[in-house]
T-cell receptor
Framework: DSGVTQTPKHLITATGQRVTLRCSPR?????VYWYQQSLDQGLQFLIQ???????AKGNILERFSAQQFPDLHSELNLSSLELGDSALYFC?????????????FGPGTRLTVL | DQQVKQNSPSLSVQEGRISILNCDYT??????FLWYKKYPAEGPTFLIS?????DKNEDGRFTVFLNKSAKHLSLHIVPSQPGDSAVYFC???????????FGTGTSLTVIP
């Protein structure tokens, strides 16, 4: 158990809908990262927050947004969903958010868009 | 542009033998490298890391080697056990950066 929690574990929805994925980092970690893993693909970095502020952006679509709240939990919002958005979404957390700082991953949310 | 590459999608090894997983990178700014292990339906689990000031780091059965001139790292598992069967991802980041770059993973199967 990494100490990172993600909810829900599974999510099934229809095209055009909007969903919110939630992540609680490990105790003491200030940084949260979001990744997408599509079938047979590696982990694609989406976005990073550090202590409530956006720190880095990767391959995140404009239809996706995220935020980190004062209690450090984070939410990833996916809107106008398309079939291609079906994937595993992982959240990771780390202490410093940069450099030689190990990221610890949650169990993921499997999103299925029908 | 894939800055971290794992060119072998899969690897099969007999129990008790050595498993060698390889990873190549293109960005000379990368300073810190990690290996993660992932079981189905679970998140990646941190395994071992190495800083660019070292060329080897050992933790039990797991050893990571770094060849900076070749921009290559490898993970050795000795002896391999059936419980090691999983997908292994390598990742890299610069000390001054905050984004991890992951490879596409190598699926290791250890045959009893």
């Amino acid at each position: 158990d990494s100490g990172v929690t993600q909810t829900p574990k599974h999510l099934i929805t229809a095209t055009g809908q909007r969903v919110t994925l939630r992540c609680s980092p490990r105790s003491g970690d200030l940084s949260v990262y979001w990744y997408q893993q599509s079938l047979d693909q590696g982990l694609q970095f989406l976005i990073q927050y550090y202590n409530g502020e956006e720190r880095a952006k990767g391959n995140i679509l404009e239809r996706f947004s995220a935020q980190q709240f004062p209690d450090l939990h984070s939410e990833l919002n996916l809107s106008s969903l398309e079939l291609g958005d079906s994937a595993l979404y992982f959240c990771a957390s780390s202490v410093m958010g940069q450099g030689a700082d190990t990221q610890y991953f949650g169990p993921g949310t499997r999103l299925t868009v029908l | 542009d894939q800055q971290v590459k794992q060119n072998s999608p899969s690897l099969s090894v007999q129990e008790g033998r050595i498993s060698i997983l390889n990873c190549d990178y293109t960005n000379s700014m990368f300073d810190y490298f990690l290996w993660y292990k992932k079981y189905p339906a679970e998140g990646p689990t941190f395994l071992i890391s190495i800083s660019s000031i070292k060329d080897k780091n050992e933790d039990g059965r797991f050893t990571v080697f770094l060849n900076k001139s070749a921009k290559h790292l490898s993970l050795h598992i000795v002896p391999s056990q059936p419980g090691d069967s999983a997908v292994y991802f390598c990742a890299a980041t610069p000390y001054t950066g905050n984004q991890f770059y992951f490879g596409t993973g190598t699926s290791l199967t250890v045959i009893p």
